[in-house]
């Protein structure tokens, strides 16, 4: 059993989480994740590791509640403990030899673009952030980003903080005035990645992406984290898991990856609603 540490809300659908791991916290780095589940009944669920604290032995984790598992997550509290916590899994980001890096986060996609910001920032790289958020509402992690950000850009869809717009528009006009990168980095919604993903084209940047599809087991037996890559002028077919989550943002075939993320939309949905269902019933005996 892991021990939850500490949690708290960081807007209404956004949850973080300190989770005691010693043997996690180890020898997690930036980019890899773990796979938990609530209870011994419960479904596997990856989780991109947020950041960790090696002398305390922690592990934090920020998650979206959007499905069954998540709900089930949130209605624990400090003190509690949860059943499995299984990592690191996946490989880590490449962080070394980059000295100007955009990292790009939409939504809570920023938790998992932080760490790698952190690690980046602590190696010396000018690093320029970009993060956005369909409204203030939904904002989160402003001020840490700006801790390990020589630039910091929030972005909101509505306008109701910062600047309007999506993550797109800064940094296609800072590559229009001859700003250059390394390497952009970016974390969040697939349609968001893919857009990302053209802006730096344009430029030929070179891109990362994270990607974080269906996935079950996290060893690549299961195939369900599977990706098709463009490469070469082949499709070539990956694993998140084990090849990943990072992969070369010009090879992966985003259309492919957001059709199969909503095959199991409206079951996730279901299965989410019941979860509602059973927590006000125990609420209410």
Same mark, same amino acid.
């Given at each position: 059993?892991?021990?939850?540490?500490?949690?708290?809300?960081?807007?209404?659908?956004?949850?973080?989480?300190? /989770?005691?791991?010693?043997?996690?916290?180890?020898?997690?780095?930036?980019?890899?994740?773990?796979?938990?589940?609530?209870?011994?009944?419960?479904?596997?669920?990856?989780?991109?590791?947020?950041?960790?604290?090696?002398?305390?032995?922690?592990?934090?984790? /920020?998650?979206?509640?959007?499905?069954?598992?998540?709900?089930?997550?949130?209605?624990?509290?400090?003190?509690?403990?949860?059943?499995?916590?299984?990592?690191?899994?996946?490989?880590?980001?490449?962080?070394?030899?980059?000295?100007?890096?955009?990292?790009?986060?939409?939504?809570?996609?920023?938790?998992?673009?932080?760490?790698?910001?952190?690690?980046?920032?602590?190696?010396?790289?000018?690093? &320029?952030?970009?993060?956005?958020? +369909?409204?203030?509402?939904?904002?989160?992690?402003?001020?840490?980003?700006?801790?390990?950000?020589?630039?910091?850009?929030?972005?909101?869809?509505?306008?109701?903080?910062?600047?309007?717009?999506?993550? &797109?528009?800064?940094?296609?006009?800072?590559?229009?005035?001859?700003?250059?990168?390394?390497?952009?980095?970016?974390?969040?919604?697939?349609?968001?990645?893919?857009?990302?993903?053209?802006?730096?084209?344009?430029?030929?940047?070179?891109?990362?992406?994270?990607?974080?599809?269906?996935?079950?087991?996290?060893?690549?037996?299961?195939?369900?984290?599977?990706?098709?890559?463009?490469?070469?002028?082949?499709?070539?077919?990956?694993?998140?898991?084990?090849?990943?989550?990072?992969?070369?943002?010009?090879?992966?075939?985003?259309?492919?990856?957001?059709? +199969?993320?909503?095959?199991? +939309?409206?079951?996730?949905?279901?299965?989410?609603?019941?979860?509602?269902?059973?927590?006000?019933?125990?609420?209410?005996?």
């Amino acid at each position: 059993m892991y021990l939850i540490v500490d949690k708290k809300s960081l807007n209404p659908t956004v949850t973080y989480m300190e /989770i005691e791991a010693p043997f996690v916290a180890r020898k997690a780095e930036p980019g890899q994740f773990i796979i938990l589940r609530v209870d011994a009944d419960g479904e596997r669920i990856p989780l991109t590791i947020a950041g960790y604290d090696r002398e305390k032995g922690t592990v934090q984790i /920020i998650f979206q509640i959007v499905g069954a598992t998540t709900e089930k997550l949130n209605h624990l509290q400090a003190g509690d403990s949860i059943q499995d916590f299984v990592g690191p899994l996946g490989v880590a980001t490449e962080t070394e030899g980059l000295k100007k890096v955009c990292v790009v986060g939409g939504g809570v996609g920023c938790a998992i673009a932080l760490p790698v910001a952190r690690k980046l920032h602590e190696l010396g790289v000018e690093v &320029t952030s970009i993060i956005g958020f +369909r409204s203030k509402d939904l904002l989160i992690l402003e001020d840490e980003f700006a801790a390990c950000s020589d630039e910091l850009i929030v972005m909101t869809d509505d306008g109701s903080y910062a600047r309007q717009g999506n993550v &797109t528009v800064p940094l296609k006009e800072m590559l229009e005035a001859g700003r250059t990168f390394d390497k952009i980095i970016t974390i969040g919604p697939l349609i968001m990645m893919k857009f990302v993903v053209l802006t730096a084209k344009e430029f030929q940047v070179p891109c990362t992406v994270s990607m974080n599809p269906i996935m079950i087991d996290g060893t690549g037996m299961c195939g369900g984290c599977r990706l098709t890559l463009n490469q070469d002028g082949k499709r070539v077919t990956k694993f998140a898991c084990v090849d990943g989550p990072d992969f070369d943002g010009y090879e992966v075939d985003f259309d492919e990856a957001m059709s +199969r993320g909503a095959m199991y +939309r409206d079951f996730e949905r279901h299965a989410y609603e019941e979860a509602c269902n059973l927590f006000a019933k125990e609420v209410k005996a």
